[in-house]
Structure formats: structure tokens, C-alpha cells
């Protein structure tokens, strides 16, 4: 019961700020161009369950399910479904009154928050905690009992690690691998990652002194390229780090790296499941998410579950931004399309993309609980 509180609070906190932040963004935006915000909530407000505010012209909510948020502004066709308002009767104070960059702007600063929180996060743990340097001597620190790889399904599967199979400890230094000389971890790496699956001879010194060998199989992790999931081998073991201090601007540059990493990687790995060249089964939701959290709040504390909010925060904007029906990339196609042919697209038509992108998104999210369970199962 205590495990599920943990997750749950976890996922409560990680999530309610960056999507609390894109809706503000949303709202500042709107305001700073005459955009008429009729609604701003956090949570869900399904079934009229959660408390809500009206102040001058805006609802102020709070939903009871605290998961997504959004912001309804006049004259825009969204999920809502809110279709009044004639097209020869606009309203200066609607978006569609609105040329087309104040309509980017207005659908775009949700996404520029969530980097911005992102860059913001990063940059304190970075500034704050600085970073850890590897020691080149190939001198071990730990020892991974156990690391996931494919089973013969393709399923991940958590088996004992080489380096476990090995009898490597701690302060052992690693000689030879297949009779290649090591003297740095970069050695390591370039003897072992392209040897999943294969079985390759060991040479180490423990702790004592002592000069030991053995041939070891060495397992293939799943890996994302870039394109692709792949395996890569590895042994299970991690070497002696050394703090390392960061001015500001150090952490800084950092950070935005950081966050450019994380939106290139997520990128691509939506791409990899659009054209097939990632399964489905890698694909998670709010359940994993949940896990997830739960876990870096049990194992790693506060500063680790911040981090996993700068992920979920860069991960979030860039969802919204793709162009995809319902969401703010989806809306700001319409609006550029209706920038270059300039008039606006028949209600109708807007109002069947919108019935698209929900099913869409809503099936997507029930397949990601149903994927996350019966990951978790396995």
C-alpha cells in the first residue's frame, strides 16, 4: 500500500508542474496578444468533479484527476468541441481574429515552458550537485548482479550479469579482453559493444593482487541508437567517478544540451514506432510513468525525481508540439495552413479533426496502460 502512495504522490508531483507550466504558458500568451481566456485547469475536471473559480471572464479549475490540463481560449475549435461563433462575425478579442504568428505564438509558448522548466531544473542539479567525472583506470567500482536483455521473444528479461558470472568484484582492474590490452574504460567499451551474445576471454587482477582469466557470454542490453533498438554488450560493472564542481554558465550550456539530447532522443524513438523500426511493446504510459516514479522516489530520492521531471517536462513539449490532431501542433498546422490559403477551414471539418485526434490520443493512452501492465507482469 505505502509503494502505491509513493507512485502515486510521485506521479502526482512530476507531472501536475510541467503540465501546470505549459498551461500557464498558454495563458500568458494569450493574454499578451487579446486572446479572451475562457478556461485555465489543472486536472481533469471529468464528470464536474473538482472546484473551479470564475474570476472577471476566466474559469479558474482545479480537476479532480490530477493528469493533463488545459486552457480554452474564445473563437478556437478544440477539444471542447465548441463550435460557436459565426465566420462572418469575429470577435477581436477571438484567436481566429488573430494573424498567424499570434496564433503560433499563442499555441506554441506551452511547449517553449515545458523546455524552459526542463533547462531550469537541469540547471540547478547541475550547478548545484556538479557532475561526475570517470576515472580512466580500468579499476572497478560495482558489480551489477543482475542487467535486462532480449529473451528469445524479443521480450526484455532480467538475467545474472557477466561480470557477475565472472566473479569480479570490486577493485578489480580489468588487463585483457581476448588478448587486447585495457588501460582505460573507453577499452572496455570498444572490446565489449559489438560482442552481444558472444563469448570472449577476460584477464583481471582482484583486489589481492591476484591474476585471474576466464570466457565469459556476454549478454546484449536493448539499446536505442537513434533509429533503432539494438543490442549492446556489456560486462555489469561501473568504474570510480570523481566530483567535479560547475560554475553557472557551465551549467547552463549543460542543461540546454541536456534538454536538446532528451527531445532529439524522444524524437526519434517516436519516429522508430511511427515507421515500425521500434516494437510497440517499448512504448509506455502513465502506469509506467507511475512505476517509474515511484521507484527513483524510494531508491533515489528528491534531486533524482527533478530530473525525471525535466525528462517528463521536455518529453511533454515535444508530444504537443508534433502535428498531430487535438494537440498544439496539430492546431498550429490548421493555423498555418489557414495563414497560406488565407481563410479558415469549415468548422466541420475542424471539428472532424479534432473526433480524429481523440480517438487517436485515447486510444494511445489505453494501449500504453495495457502495454505498462502486462510489462510490469512480466
Same mark, same amino acid.
Given at each position: 500500500?505505502?509503494?502505491?502512495?509513493?507512485?502515486?504522490?510521485?506521479?502526482?508531483f512530476i507531472i501536475t508542474i510541467p503540465v501546470f507550466l505549459h498551461e500557464l504558458g498558454h495563458f500568458l500568451a494569450a493574454k499578451s496578444v487579446g486572446i479572451k481566456v475562457e478556461k485555465f485547469y489543472v486536472g481533469m475536471n471529468l464528470f464536474g468533479l473538482g472546484i473551479h473559480k470564475k474570476i472577471n471572464d476566466t474559469e479558474y479549475g482545479l480537476g479532480l484527476f490530477p493528469i493533463g490540463g488545459y486552457v480554452k481560449v474564445s473563437g478556437i475549435i478544440d477539444e471542447s468541441m465548441d463550435s460557436d461563433g459565426a465566420p462572418d462575425d469575429i470577435k477581436d478579442y477571438e484567436f481566429r481574429s488573430k494573424n498567424t504568428f499570434q496564433k503560433l505564438w499563442f499555441l506554441s509558448a506551452g511547449v517553449i515552458m515545458n523546455f524552459i522548466l526542463s533547462i531550469i531544473i537541469f540547471t540547478g542539479l547541475f550547478f548545484s550537485q556538479g557532475t561526475q567525472e570517470l576515472i580512466d583506470e580500468p579499476k572497478i567500482n560495482e558489480?551489477?548482479?543482475?542487467?535486462v536483455v532480449f529473451d528469445a521473444n524479443n521480450d526484455t528479461v532480467s538475467?545474472?550479469?557477466?561480470a557477475y558470472n565472472l566473479g569480479l568484484e570490486k577493485n578489480s582492474i580489468i588487463?585483457?579482453?581476448?588478448?587486447?590490452?585495457?588501460?582505460?574504460?573507453?577499452?572496455?567499451?570498444?572490446?565489449?559493444?559489438?560482442?552481444?551474445?558472444?563469448?570472449?576471454?577476460?584477464?583481471?587482477?582482484?583486489d589481492e593482487g591476484k591474476i585471474l582469466s576466464d570466457n565469459v557470454k556476454i549478454e546484449g542490453v536493448p539499446t536505442f541508437d537513434g533509429t533503432? /533498438? &539494438?543490442?549492446?554488450?556489456?560486462? #555489469? !560493472?561501473? @568504474?570510480?567517478?570523481?566530483?567535479?564542481?560547475?560554475?553557472?554558465?557551465? *551549467?547552463?550550456?549543460?542543461?540546454?544540451?541536456?534538454?536538446?539530447?532528451?527531445?532529439?532522443?524522444?524524437?526519434?524513438?517516436?519516429?522508430?514506432?511511427?515507421?515500425?523500426? /521500434? &516494437?510497440?511493446?517499448?512504448?509506455? #504510459? !502513465?502506469? @509506467?510513468?507511475?512505476?517509474?516514479?515511484?521507484?527513483?522516489?524510494?531508491? *533515489?530520492?528528491?534531486?533524482?525525481?527533478?530530473?525525471?521531471?525535466?525528462?517528463?517536462?521536455?518529453?511533454?513539449?515535444?508530444?504537443?508540439?508534433?502535428?498531430?490532431p487535438g494537440l498544439d501542433g496539430g492546431h498550429a498546422t490548421i493555423a498555418i495552413i489557414e495563414g497560406i490559403i488565407r481563410r479558415e477551414i469549415p468548422n466541420k471539418m475542424k471539428i472532424?479533426?479534432?473526433?480524429?485526434?481523440?480517438?487517436?490520443?485515447?486510444?494511445?493512452?489505453?494501449f500504453t496502460i495495457f502495454n505498462d501492465i502486462k510489462n510490469i507482469i512480466n
Open positions: 500500500m505505502l509503494d502505491i502512495l509513493i507512485s502515486l504522490f510521485s506521479i502526482v558489480v551489477q548482479k543482475s542487467i538475467v545474472v550479469s557477466p588487463l585483457q579482453i581476448n588478448g587486447n590490452d585495457i588501460n582505460t574504460w573507453l577499452d572496455i567499451s570498444d572490446n565489449i559493444t559489438n560482442k552481444a551474445d558472444s563469448v570472449v576471454l577476460v584477464k583481471w587482477k582482484n533503432s /533498438i &539494438s543490442k549492446k554488450g556489456i560486462l #555489469g !560493472i561501473s @568504474g570510480y567517478t570523481i566530483p567535479k564542481s560547475l560554475g553557472f554558465g557551465e *551549467s547552463f550550456i549543460l542543461s540546454v544540451e541536456q534538454t536538446i539530447g532528451i527531445i532529439k532522443s524522444s524524437f526519434y524513438g517516436f519516429k522508430g514506432i511511427v515507421t515500425g523500426q /521500434i &516494437s510497440l511493446q517499448y512504448l509506455s #504510459g !502513465i502506469v @509506467g510513468i507511475a512505476k517509474e516514479a515511484g521507484n527513483v522516489a524510494k531508491s *533515489s530520492g528528491f534531486i533524482s525525481l527533478l530530473a525525471l521531471m525535466a525528462f517528463i517536462s521536455s518529453n511533454l513539449g515535444l508530444i504537443n508540439i508534433l502535428p498531430i472532424g479533426i479534432q473526433i480524429v485526434g481523440f480517438v487517436l490520443i485515447m486510444s494511445l493512452f489505453m
